[in-house]
């Protein structure tokens, strides 16, 4: 099985054929920003990109990828330093514990690709697919005000 | 963090040196001894200068410092080091943060309660201050001065003529010096670092998804493990077919252990999958028909037997009147760390490495070193060692990052059960839990039921207050408020707990608060005073009182608008005191939301203002999720939920506009992690009471 995962191709064997594309990530590539949370798709630790559009990797076999191209934490900072999505996570301090975040910031970095301005209601529509039970959510919503300014 | 540092062989063995030098000692204060590396160090002129177990300072300009509370987003990898920071004066730049190991030198390892600052505050800030006597010292004799000429800041000791040096230089002579007899600590007024807003330390990392924690532990040829717990409490395995499991190739073994069926596999994926597939004859134990319905009728029913406390004030038996009555109920709850419980375990040549997301590695080497006695290689001095109450170096707890905390791993019972899996295996095994399994073998706060009482004077101000407390391990703490009533009693009924009980972020505080904070509303709206005003009149002269002052006046400039009502909540708890509004808009057609919420704290010294913001958010949102979403029930002995479409938690578009101030104090330093969280629900049921006029005694609230 072949991956398109952040602008380069990995080749996974050996996996079982109904491994979800998080376990492959994690125990097969060694990708290890996706977290597993829930395994049903409600917590969106585990979120990754998929053509753009932020998906539960612990719903989609991984086997169902195809060509599509799927984009990881890991692949976000640039040879030019943090994404501006990152980097606004730290000047707002969002993380507590953390382990959200990769899925708090891959979803925040889909919904201002689409809309670099969204509304609050679009934010909280997309945003809340993700929980964080530090209560990290004052500061993401400052991240995102202050990215949308920009 | 540093993870090669972490796990560098010269760092345990300076560290094991030390611990060896102090002996028993080192559990009531600070180890001053540099131990065998700093004589080495004289030796082999190594420029590495250790004067404590807290510093190290190293040739290249790098200042590590050692932290012994597991973080869990609570901040202590940030404010630990601030406290070191700020007493051997270096650039916070400078600083990188390892992580203790398990060692007598750090005393015993728990975090918990609310506790780290104020384990730390003198302690750690003392183990910067002699780090910096002895460099002032190094550079006095070096110049040939006095060292009271001498003064230390960025990292350089300057004399009064203006010359300077770097502590880089000075490490060297440092070490050979004799260690102070005593630390002198900076007067408060020249603090520079304590009360900054210094970003985490420990954030860069979780932006980029390189952050370990448990579950991302990695070792050469490991394996993955899940078990399968009995679905009932009690329940025992009486046999398993594993048939079917075994048939993926990548699955490596199954085999019952004291708490279940294991499964071992090449990956999680597989192990998870695999543990599905299993067959597996339970028997169900004495409370398999234990139903938290039927919990709940005998709490009710508690004085049928005496109380396990009681507190009296006054004479409340002489008080006989009217009384105004209440019952207030607290469901069980989980405590949902977004990381499962999980825990990687390898048996290396006689050595026992653990890798675990723990709050308390102290109590993960005791579970450790009680079910391995027998297993691991033990020579003459660890005997020696284990005789005279020290330490057995052949067990190894690394503990990670933790994806949220609050309790749940205060117990190790996910430590013991990989150690029990490892144990067969010479490769390192990773077990990880489903949710679902987290889910169902928690350990729960308590369901608790109250019951209140109380009797009005002729101005409509308490005059008797009795408060019962019902559950299983559950304690009045909390429920001995500072409201001034003349006669009061308050007793606890405390039941063996039906099902597996542990600390949950804000214990007791979290019930008792409750019951007393809304039922200060309830009388007040009886005898017609504004709430705020009777908590006012009720409350002494104090910090919390000045709180709940402050908070008003935050408030009232805000202002209300026409369909929104508040409710006020204010508790002192964990040495710090907290006071919260919570406004609700009435939305119509019975509909209500959560729109604002105002808190002040008075913490005590604040090392830095943004974490105690960020702890205060934390603890609204968590306070939120209990108080309005969650519960676990229970039926037939088998938790009822297992995941988080029925244990949901606050989601951002629930989320309120949250306002935090923070009291200016130069008392010393409270808790942070949990006093935010008791007063959340009963200003919401204030909030609800005065949008309504109906009282909510029970959680989770139902908003409409």
Known sequence: MKLRINGGQQEVEGADPDTPLLWVLRDHLGMLGAKYGCGIGQCGACTVLIDGEPTPSCLIRAADVGDAHIETIEGLAGDDGLHPVQQAWIDEQVPQCGYCQSGQILTAVALLRNNPQPSRDEIDRKMSAVLCRCGSYPRILKAIAKLSEE | M????????????????????????????????????????????SEDFQPNAWVALHADGRVEITVAESEMGQGPYTLMPMLVAEELEVPWSSISVLRAGVDPVYGFQLT????????????????????????????????????????????????????????????????????????????????????????????????????????????????????????????????????GARESPAVVDVFAIDQGVAVVARDTWSAFKAAQRLSIDWDPGERSGFRSQDWEDRLRGYDARPPSREHVRGTPEAVTGDRIEAEYLQPFQAHMTLEPMNCCVHFDDGKLRIWAPTQSPSLAYGSAKRLTQNRIERGWHKLLNKVFGGYDDSIEVNTT????????????????????????????????????????????????????????????????????????????????????????RIRSYDFEPPIPKGPWRSVAPHFNVFAVEHFIDELARQAGHDPLDYRLQLLPDGRLKRCLLRLAERVKADGLNKNERIGYAAASTFDSHVAEAVVLRDLGTGRYRVDRVYCVIDCGIVINPDIVRQQMESSIVYGLTAATLTEITVENGQVQQSNFHDVPALRLHQLPEIFVDIVDSTQKPGGLGEPGVPPLAPALANAWLASTGKPLRRLPLRLS
């Open chain 2, 401 to 488: 990052l933790l994806g949220g905390g609050f309790g749940r791993r205060l117990e190790q019972d996910y430590v013991e059960e990989a150690i029990q899996i490892a144990a067969r295996f010479e490769v390192p095994v990773q077990l990880v839990w489903t949710r679902e399994q987290d889910v169902r073998n928690d350990f729960y706060h308590p369901m608790t039921y109250h019951r209140m009482a109380a009797e009005l004077d002729a101005q409509g101000m308490p005059r008797l207050w009795l408060h019962d407390i019902a559950g299983g391990g559950v304690s009045s703490w909390g429920a001995r408020h500072d409201y001034a009533i003349p006669h009061q």
């Open chain 2, 2 to 45: 540093n993870r090669a540092q972490a796990f560098h062989p010269d760092r345990r063995r300076f560290l094991k040196a030390t611990a060896a030098v102090a002996g028993g000692a080192l559990l009531i204060g600070i180890n001053w001894s540099r131990g065998v590396e700093a004589a080495e160090q004289e030796a082999d002129g």
């Open chain 2, 112 to 243: 918990g309660g609310s506790t780290s600052i104020k384990k730390g505050w003198v302690l750690l800030r003392e183990a910067g201050a002699i780090a910096r006597q002895l460099l002032l010292m190094a550079a006095a004799r070096q110049w040939g001065i006095a060292p009271e000429r001498c003064r230390a800041r960025d990292g350089q000791v300057f004399d009064d003529s203006g010359r300077s040096i770097a502590y880089t230089r000075l490490v060297g002579l440092a070490a050979s010096l004799p260690m102070p007899d005593k630390a002198w600590l900076k007067p408060p007024e020249d603090f520079h670092v304590i009360g900054q807003p210094l970003p985490r330390t420990d954030v860069p990392q979780k932006v980029t998804g390189q952050a370990v924690y448990g579950i991302d532990v990695r070792r050469p040829g490991q394996l993955f493990a899940t078990v399968v717990h009995p679905p009932v409490f009690g329940g025992r395995l009486r046999a398993f077919d594993d048939t």
